[in-house]
């Protein structure tokens, strides 16, 4: 299979799967459905690829998150808790959380390639594969793990995809 910007799809996946239920939770997150989603499909998806951690050595992995509205129910959750008057706990930076689970992601996998977190202007895996050409193009990396995530707005956990690019054979 080849994507649209001539770089080759290497592994792809999504959450949920038939059979999925919640994505186990990723210590160190709280309160939303983001951070496991965001962890839950790329470890399916590099595990498609690479099989069990860490991407083989001499592999330079980007990681490459778009979303338009972000972790949506920390936010939310900010909101209404300011609203009412009330204290925010330290792990709400709701802001920071997609760059966070990003190098999480990276972190765990032993990534080496950059960390770029994407709010689409157009259409979100247009805007990450472009992103993804450019990384590798530029000789940043070898291949990019692209994930696509959006919450649902009425909190329900919403879906992913993850998508591994590179010039390498699928």
């Known amino acids: ?31 939303s459905a ?9 470890d399916r998806c590099l595990t498609r690829r690479h099989g069990a ?9 980007a990681v490459v998150l778009v979303s338009a509205s972000g972790d949506r129910a920390s936010a ?5 808790t300011v609203a009412a008057g ?6 709400f930076f709701f802001q920071s959380v997609p760059n966070s689970v990003a190098g999480h992601v990276a972190a765990r996998w032993g990534l080496d390639g950059p960390v770029v977190c994407l709010s689409p202007t157009g259409q979100p895996r247009a805007d990450g594969t472009a992103e993804a050409e450019l990384l590798l193009y530029d000789g940043d990396a070898d291949e990019a793990l692209l994930v696509l995530i959006e919450q649902a707005p009425d909190g329900t956990p919403g879906e992913a995809t993850a998508v591994l690019l590179g010039e390498g054979t699928p």
């Open 1 to 31: 299979m080849t994507a649209t910007s001539g770089l080759r799809v290497l592994a792809e996946a999504r959450w949920p799967e038939p059979g999925d239920g919640s994505p186990p939770p990723v210590p160190g997150f709280v309160h």
């Open 34 to 42: 983001f951070p496991p989603l965001v962890a839950a499909v790329a």
């Open 53 to 61: 951690r860490p991407v083989p050595a001499g592999t330079r992995t």
């Open 76 to 80: 939310e959750h900010v909101r209404a």
């Open 86 to 91: 009330g204290r925010i706990g330290p792990l």
